[in-house]
């Protein structure tokens, strides 16, 4: 069974960094992705890294600020999001998938952590 747990969600002023991490437990081979929801909105994707860190994605909304790896041992997965704007507020979601279809849809990937919160405001 895998388990996922995120971190590193806080409040920023518009133009700040944060880092979110995904603790994991129980992955084989599973790629794993960053998703946001912002309230009254549907789930977004975000960005995502293969098993091996070779294949990574980026939603155009975020490309050139946000980093997605993962480490040697695979776990934790990070996402470092730099030049944060308001339009970044939201609930940020890890997920891991057995196998993917489509990277970018959320109905893709089994497992889900339990969110963590980013609001940017000044």
């Not at 081979?29 to 912002?38: I, Y």
């Not at 993962?70 to 196998?99: F, I």
């Not at 279809?101 to 940017?120: A, I, M, N």
Request: aromatic share 14%; with cysteine; hydrophobic share 35%.
């Amino acid at each position: 069974q895998v388990y996922l747990e995120e971190s590193g969600g806080g409040s920023v002023q518009p133009g700040g960094s944060l880092r979110l991490s995904c603790m994991a437990s129980g992955l084989t081979n599973h790629a794993m992705a960053w998703f946001r929801q912002a309230p009254g909105k549907e789930r977004e994707f975000v960005a995502a890294i293969s098993w091996k860190g070779r294949t990574i994605y980026y939603a155009d909304s975020v490309k050139g600020r946000f980093t997605i790896s993962r480490g040697y041992t695979k776990t934790p997965v990070y996402l470092q999001m730099n030049a944060l704007g308001p339009e970044d507020t939201a609930v940020y979601y890890c997920a891991a998938a057995d196998t993917l279809g489509s990277w970018f849809r959320p109905e893709e990937y089994d497992y889900w952590g339990q969110g963590t919160q980013v609001t940017v405001s000044s």
